[in-house]
């Protein structure tokens, strides 16, 4: 079993930056990739990032690119999500997923955490 908890969410302007963190625990968490998603009001979960076990490999969905970085340190069994130059777009509730594969498909996750809001006012 494992179980994940986000922080570091809030209200931030136009421009601003947020670290997200999430938390994870359990026996196979270190061998778990991990992703972040988000759900915007009325809208379907997207995929945002995602990271392998190892860290050697990271995606990243095109909108985010170049503005979001996901790294972990899997000494801390934690997982980031840093977000730079954040736009209104990014506002939504964005949760942390683990699962075997670093993969863009949420239900290819298995473990989820309970979400935490980033809203970015224009």
């Known amino acids: 079993q494992v179980q994940l908890v986000e922080s570091g969410g809030g209200l931030v302007q136009a421009g601003g930056s947020l670290r997200l963190s999430c938390a994870a625990s359990g026996r196979t968490v270190r061998s778990s990739a991990m992703g972040w998603f988000r759900q915007a009001p009325g809208k379907e979960r997207e995929f945002v990032a995602a990271?392998?076990?190892?860290?050697?490999?990271?995606y990243y969905t095109d909108s985010v690119k170049g503005r979001f970085t996901i790294s972990r340190d899997n000494a801390k069994n934690t997982v980031y999500l840093q977000m730079n130059s954040l736009k209104p777009e990014d506002t939504a509730v964005y949760y942390c997923?683990?699962?075997?594969?670093?993969?863009?498909?949420?239900?290819?996750?298995?473990?989820w955490g309970q979400g935490t809001q980033v809203t970015v006012s224009s």
């Open positions: 990271i392998s076990w190892t860290g050697g490999s990271t």
């Open positions: 997923a683990a699962g075997a594969e670093a993969t863009t498909i949420a239900t290819m996750y298995a473990y």
